[in-house]
Nanobody, 119 residues
Framework: QVQLVESGGGLVQAGGSLRLSCAAS????????MGWYRQVPGKQRELVAAITSGGSTNYADSVKGRFTISRDNAKNTVYLQMNSLKPEDTAVYSC?????????????WGQGTQVTVSS
């Protein structure tokens, strides 16, 4: 079994910062892409940022220059540093991991963590 454990959400004022973490554990052979999505009630889930095993990154236009995704391959952990937060960043953030376990490629999602940015 593979588990993802997220941490780091919370309430912050506009202009503030938060750092999200997502650690994968279990019988993991390899991890390809790790990423963060967010969802607001009534809207589609959107990709915030993703990072490959080689370190290539991709960001939503709305967060470029403010958010930074990184990963620690030794710890199977992905981070999302969020700076200059805006009220429109308020959402439930979920990590996503594309991995190989039991010799099968699988996708795993974290439980989600609430990020609330007050104006």
């Amino acid at each position: 079994q593979v588990q993802l454990v997220e941490s780091g959400g919370g309430l912050v004022q506009a202009g503030g910062s938060l750092r999200l973490s997502c650690a994968a554990s279990g019988k993991i052979i390899s991890i390809n892409v790790m990423g963060w999505y967010r969802q607001v009630p009534g809207k589609q889930r959107e990709l915030v940022a993703a990072i490959t095993s080689g370190g290539s990154t991709n960001y939503a236009d709305s967060v470029k220059g403010r958010f930074t995704i990184s990963r620690d391959n030794a710890k199977n952990t992905v981070y999302l540093q969020m700076n200059s937060l805006k009220p429109e960043d308020t959402a439930v953030y979920s990590c996503y991991v594309d991995l190989v376990s039991d010799f099968r490629r699988q996708a795993r999602w974290g439980q989600g963590t609430q990020v609330t940015v007050s104006s």
